[in-house]
Structure formats: structure tokens, C-alpha cells
């Protein structure tokens, strides 16, 4: 059973920074694709970054470029989202999942999320 747990989300200002962080368990989380999404009130769930398992490439989505950068550590089963320069429209429940396809989410299943709340 794929576990995933999502912390490091809380209120910043706009302009601030906080860092997600992911624990994934129930995977052989070393080998799969891993990526972070986000869903704001009304909205669907988006993507916004992914990371691959060796650690070859990251991509981003266009409007989070430049300001969050994904990183992992298969030893520890986890993956990360710094978030930099934060504005009002990052603000969201962000969620972590297997990647394939570079943008398409890999399990049914999510996490809770972890809440970012963006003051102007």
C-alpha cells in the first residue's frame, strides 16, 4: 500500500519561502519518478514540478519556474519543494505522487497535502 505524507506547508507572506517535504513508503521509491501537485479552492489539481529517480532531470511547470526547486533523497525516501518568492496564487493544498509521463500523477491514492496560505 503506497503511503505518501506531505509536511512543511503553513502561512507565509508573499515574497516569503517554506519547504515541503514528502515521505513516500510501500514504493521502491528509488526507482519511480516523483513529483509535486497543488490544488487551489475551485480549481483542479495541477502539476508543478517532477523529479526523476536518478536524478538526471527536474521539470517545472512555466508558472513555478525559477522560484521552487524539487529535490529527493531515496535514502531517506523522501522528496522536497523549496518554494521562493511565493505570491498569493501559489497558495493551495500541495500533494506529492509517483510521476509518469512527466506531468501525469501515478496513483489513485494522495496523501493529505500540507496547506500553503499565501498573505499579500
Known amino acids: 500500500q503506497v503511503q505518501l505524507v506531505e509536511s512543511g506547508g503553513g502561512l507565509v507572506q508573499a515574497g516569503g519561502s517554506l519547504r515541503l517535504s514528502c515521505r513516500a513508503s510501500?514504493?521502491?521509491?528509488?526507482?519511480?519518478?516523483m513529483g509535486w501537485f497543488r490544488q487551489a479552492p475551485g480549481k483542479e489539481r495541477e502539476f508543478v514540478a517532477a523529479?526523476?529517480?536518478?536524478?538526471?532531470?527536474?521539470y517545472y511547470a512555466d508558472s513555478v519556474k525559477g522560484r521552487f526547486t524539487i529535490s529527493r533523497d531515496n535514502a531517506k525516501n523522501t522528496v522536497y519543494l523549496q518554494m521562493n518568492n511565493l505570491t498569493p496564487e501559489d497558495a493551495a493544498v500541495y500533494y506529492c505522487?509517483?510521476?509518469?509521463?512527466?506531468?501525469?500523477?501515478?496513483?489513485?491514492?494522495w496523501g493529505q497535502g500540507t496547506q500553503v496560505t499565501v498573505s499579500s
Open positions: 505522487n509517483g510521476v509518469i509521463r512527466t506531468t501525469t500523477p501515478m496513483y489513485e491514492s
Open positions: 510501500g514504493l521502491l521509491f528509488s526507482r519511480i519518478n
Open positions: 523529479h526523476d529517480w536518478s536524478g538526471t532531470y527536474t
